[in-house]
């Protein structure tokens, strides 16, 4: 019988969701972690506020982790989008090996859960939410639920508020910190962590 896999919905209203998502993603990741090099891909587009949230986070995340063993793809400068998503997958799996894969999408879904965000267990469909045939991506994924799914789907895309995306974003911005503190925390105690 197969393990079912976890899903966790972190909401932004809530002060301290950042910091439970970051407890969680240790949770999921530590073990794992400490043999694989750790990829995050921000999946998405600029051109559309709905679907930006992984260029934003991407964009965030580049930022903070440029001169460490952590790697983002998907930023504001070089989306990650339907076009390109196979290309950037091939050249996670060429140049990393093992790639531990977090993958980030912004989602569609009930109108009680816009402003949520989740972490899961398993690979991402991307585009699942506009009828899109994407590739599976990630051994684990977080999504932030920007908008209402429904007719129109794409439509609904381009008409999200900015203020749900920018939301989403800093918080699961926060909670990756949160995480890389304590993994590098974690790191330093057992005296394996090594400075860039």
């Known amino acids: 019988m197969q393990k079912e896999k976890k899903i966790l919905y972190f909401n932004t209203s809530d002060r301290y969701a950042s910091i439970e998502f970051g407890d969680s993603l240790y949770q999921l990741l530590c073990k794992e972690v400490a043999s694989r090099p750790l990829v995050f891909l921000?999946?998405?587009?600029?051109?559309?506020?709905?679907d930006?949230?992984?260029?934003?986070l991407g964009h965030r995340l580049d930022a903070i982790f440029r001169n460490s063993p952590y790697f983002v793809y998907g930023t504001l400068k070089e989306p990650v989008h339907?076009?390109?998503?196979?290309?950037t997958i091939d050249k996670i799996y060429r140049l990393h090996e093992n790639p531990l894969?977090?993958?980030?999408?912004?989602?569609l879904g009930r109108s009680s859960h816009v402003g949520y965000y989740t972490l899961g267990e398993g690979p991402l469909r991307p585009g699942a939410g506009v009828d899109k045939q994407l590739p599976f991506v990630g051994d684990y994924y977080i999504t932030g639920i920007v908008n209402i799914s429904g007719l129109l789907d794409q439509m609904l895309l381009q008409t999200t508020r900015l203020h749900t995306v920018m939301s989403l974003s800093d918080q699961i911005y926060d909670g990756i910190r949160h995480?890389?503190?304590?993994l590098d925390r974690k790191k330093v105690l057992l005296g394996t962590y090594i400075p860039q």
């Open 101 to 107: 894969i977090v993958a980030i999408d912004a989602s």
């Open 52 to 56: 930006c949230l992984g260029p934003l």
């Open 42 to 50: 921000c999946i998405g587009s600029d051109r559309a506020t709905g």
């Open 82 to 87: 339907a076009k390109n998503l196979q290309e």
């Open 179 to 182: 995480f890389i503190y304590k």
